[in-house]
C-alpha cells in the first residue's frame, strides 16, 4: 500500500502565496510521476501540474508563470509553490503519484486525501 500527504492549504488573501506538500510512503520501488490536480465546488476535478522523476514539469495553462512544482526524489516528496494567487484558483488540491510498488509488475495511480486552499478577494 501507499499513502500519499498533502499539507500546506489554508486560507490566503489574492495575491499572496502557499506552498503545498505530499510526501508519499509505504511500499514504494519507484514513482514515475507526481504531481497536483484541484477541484472547485461544483466542477469537475482537474489537472494543475506535474513532474517526473527525471524533473520534466508540465502546468496547467491557468498556473504558468504562477506555480512551480518540484520534487525530492530521496523524500518521495513533492511541492507547489503557488504566487500571486487569485480567487479562481479556490479549490481542493489533490496530490497524485504514478508509483511501481515493491514486487510489482504494473504501475498505479494513488491520490491524497485533499487539502483545501481558498483564496479571498
Known amino acids: 500500500q501507499v499513502q500519499l500527504v498533502e499539507s500546506g492549504g489554508g486560507l490566503v488573501q489574492t495575491g499572496g502565496s502557499l506552498r503545498l506538500s505530499c510526501a508519499a510512503s509505504?511500499?514504494?520501488?519507484?514513482?514515475?510521476?507526481m504531481g497536483w490536480y484541484r477541484q472547485a465546488s461544483g466542477k469537475q476535478r482537474e489537472f494543475v501540474a506535474a513532474?517526473?522523476?527525471?524533473?520534466?514539469?508540465d502546468y496547467a495553462d491557468s498556473g504558468k508563470g504562477r506555480l512551480t512544482i518540484s520534487r525530492d526524489n530521496t523524500k518521495n516528496t513533492v511541492y507547489l509553490q503557488m504566487n500571486s494567487l487569485k480567487p479562481e484558483d479556490t479549490a481542493v488540491y489533490y496530490c497524485?503519484?504514478?508509483?511501481?510498488?515493491?514486487?510489482?509488475?504494473?504501475?498505479?495511480?494513488?491520490w491524497g486525501q485533499g487539502t483545501q486552499v481558498t483564496v479571498s478577494s
Open positions: 497524485n503519484a504514478v508509483v511501481e510498488v515493491v514486487g510489482g509488475v504494473y504501475e498505479y495511480d494513488y
Open positions: 509505504g511500499s514504494i520501488f519507484s514513482i514515475k510521476v
Open positions: 513532474i517526473t522523476s527525471g524533473g520534466s514539469t
